[in-house]
């Protein structure tokens, strides 16, 4: 019985043993399930906080995307901007470049004109200068023929070996004409080319029956260049004239057979003569001068009109130029020019001029002299 009560006992014991075990580790296990719960409740909340974040990461991504979308719409117009920029510039330069082609074409093309416009030029001053000789020598022909003067050609002067293009004979005294024109298109150094030939010129003076005067005949262009229309070379006197100058100074020298006895002129006579000729070629020079310069003054004041005017005035005028024409007196062959119609020509002249005048100074109000010495005293 005793065994049996310890045996109950025991195992009773045993049993509450058992259960205190159980609940202890029971307990246990609820504390960390407690802690675990804790811990859960504290990743939930984190979950939800990375929630909450997440919904505003997608908010922000999809503000991105759609920033990202119109970004790339922008990038295709940009690009499509950016072709045809390319292309307009393309087009711009090709334009530019063709541009740039026509203007070095018309660029050559004007600098050749100006070339074969300078080349035409000289060509034409080369054939010019080139028949001047011609000219003097049909010239003075066609002088000596109007007025029965006797024409010594190169070929019929009697000295042999030198000739000169042309000469005159009038009281058996020969008169020498040389025809000279410069080499080429400068003539700045003409001038030193006729003292050359002028010097030369001694091989026709040493000959008794050839006057002591001799006339180099220059192309009327060459004139501004040439300083000294004179030239003394001690035994003889050479006379620089042009073309237009020949007939009054042939007409001049053809005076001296007006002269009955000239070989029996006195000194002071035959000085008369050489001084009425020497001052017509001196006049028949200066007046080739005067109009050189007074043709150089027109040139320029047409040039500056021509600047200063507005377009539509000088387009007027250049009609008005094109619709004016000048006619002056026709020469007429075995026409003699009276003096005596010149003279008449000129007083008929001064005499309409002084009628304008009187016509412009009764127009003209009068000053009284009174005022005048008034206004000078103070």
């Known amino acids: 019985m005793e065994t049996i009560l310890f045996i109950v006992i025991s195992v009773l014991a045993s049993a509450s043993m058992y259960f205190f075990l159980k609940k202890n580790q029971f307990g246990s296990k609820i ?17 939800g906080i990375l929630k909450d974040e997440k919904k505003e990461l997608d908010i922000k991504h999809q503000s991105l995307e759609e920033k990202l979308s119109d970004l790339e719409k ?28 026509r203007l070095n074409d018309l660029e050559e093309k004007r600098q050749q004109k100006l070339l074969d416009d300078k080349e035409f030029e000289l060509n034409e001053k080369k054939l010019q200068w080139k028949q001047h000789e011609n000219d003097v020598q049909n010239h003075i022909q066609i002088i000596c023929k109007k007025n029965i ?9 009697p000295h042999p070996r030198n000739k000169p293009d042309c000469s005159i004979k009038i009281l058996d005294q020969l008169i020498v004409f040389d025809a000279k ?46 300083k000294d229309f004179r030239i003394d070379c001690g035994d003889y006197m050479v006379f620089i004239v042009t073309k ?16 009955e006895f000239a070989d029996k002129l006195s000194p002071d006579e035959r000085d008369d003569i050489c001084r009425v000729i020497g001052t017509f070629a001196h006049a028949a020079k200066r007046r080739i001068q005067i109009d050189q310069w007074y043709n150089e003054i027109v040139i320029n004041d047409i040039q500056k009109a021509g600047k200063i005017l507005p377009k539509e005035f000088v387009r007027l005028v250049q009609q008005y130029d094109l619709a004016e024409k000048l006619n002056p007196p026709i020469e007429k062959r075995n026409k003699k020019i009276e003096l005596s119609e010149l003279k008449d020509n000129s007083e008929d002249f001064k005499k309409e001029m002084n009628t304008k005048f009187e016509i412009l100074d009764k127009n003209i109000p009068q000053i009284d002299p009174k005022i005048i010495e008034k206004t000078n005293d103070s």
């Open 149 to 157: 003067i006797e024409y010594v050609s190169q070929e019929d002067f």
């Open 74 to 101: 922008i990038n295709v117009g940009l690009k499509k901007d950016l072709e045809q920029s390319r292309e307009t510039k393309d087009e711009t330069v090709d334009k530019f470049a063709a541009h740039t082609n």
């Open 244 to 259: 237009d100058a020949l007939e009054p100074i042939i007409l001049s020298l053809k005076k001296i057979e007006d002269y």
């Open 181 to 226: 024109s410069p080499l080429g298109d400068d003539t700045s150094k003409f001038m030193t080319y006729l003292k050359d030939q002028a010097t030369n010129l001694k091989k026709y003076a040493k000959h008794g029956d050839v006057r002591k005067e001799f006339f180099l005949v220059v192309p009327t262009n060459t004139v501004s260049s040439i």
């Open 31 to 47: 504390s960390d399930l407690n802690r675990e719960n804790e811990m859960l409740k504290v990743r939930l909340e984190e979950l």
